[in-house]
T-cell receptor
Framework: DAGVIQSPRHEVTEMGQEVTLRCKPI?????LFWYRQTMMRGLELLIYFNNNVPIDDSGMPEDRFSAKMPNASFSTLKIQPSEPRDSAVYFC??????????FGSGTRLTVV | AQSVSQHNHHVILSEAASLELGCNYS??????LFWYVQYPGQHLQLLLK??????LVKGIKGFEAEFIKSKFSFNLRKPSVQWSDTAEYFC??????????FGAGTRLAVHP
């Protein structure tokens, strides 16, 4: 298995632009998680899905953030409009039941 | 409330020194505990996990951790660190609804 695949690896965008981050979980995993990592706040859980349904989005910082999982093999995290304080590394992870999480390589987002 | 506390934010050691990173958790349910490692510029990787059974868990690269239920602790140990162990280490507990709750992380720097 190729593991959890995230794209792009790096994204640099201007303030106010829309940013879309993509994630392909491991086949057969029914949980998908989006995390944000910054020096100041560490690892923050933004939202997670079970069987494509959002279970807990309490970590989503603002209405500018939205996430979807249209099918079992794809999820997106969108920021519109983006702001410099959104600069971070965004990780996607997937798991099956109570198995170990597998993390993707992350997307390093820089908003200038 | 579910939480994980890591006592040390930064640890600096010389090669061959022994390592112990503290981790305490707060969770009332069945305890599943993890240590993840993040090497510079990389994603999180599983070091070891505890689900049940022997409270002394051995992981990859010579790491081990001991689950002490009475102390709500899951400290990570390695008898002799190497320069290549320089990384950030995260303790985590699996909370309700399969949600992984991370500690703030401990940055380890190993000097040759």
């Amino acid at each position: 298995d190729a593991g959890v695949i995230q794209s792009p690896r790096h994204e640099v965008t201007e303030m106010g632009q829309e940013v879309t981050l993509r994630c392909k979980p491991i086949s057969g995993h029914d949980y998908l998680f989006w995390y944000r990592q910054t020096m100041m706040r560490g690892l923050e859980l933004l939202i997670y899905f079970n069987n494509n349904v959002p279970i807990d989005d309490s970590g989503m910082p603002e209405d500018r953030f939205s996430a979807k999982m249209p099918n079992a093999s794809f999820s997106t995290l969108k920021i519109q409009p983006s702001e410099p304080r959104d600069s971070a590394v965004y990780f996607c992870a997937s798991s099956s039941g109570q198995s170990v999480y597998t993390f993707g390589s992350g997307t390093r987002l820089t908003v200038v | 409330a579910q939480s994980v506390s890591q006592h040390n934010h930064h640890v600096i050691l010389s090669e061959a020194a022994s390592l112990e990173l503290g981790c305490n958790y707060s969770y009332g349910g069945t305890v599943n505990l993890f240590w993840y490692v993040q090497y510079p510029g990389q994603h999180l990787q599983l070091l070891l996990k505890y689900f049940s059974g022997d409270p002394l868990v051995k992981g990859i690269k010579g790491f081990e951790a001991e689950f002490i239920k009475s102390k709500f602790s899951f400290n990570l140990r390695k008898p002799s660190v190497q320069w290549s162990d320089t990384a950030e280490y995260f303790c985590a507990v699996l909370g309700g609804y399969n949600k992984l709750i991370f500690g703030a992380g401990t940055r380890l720097a190993v000097h040759p």
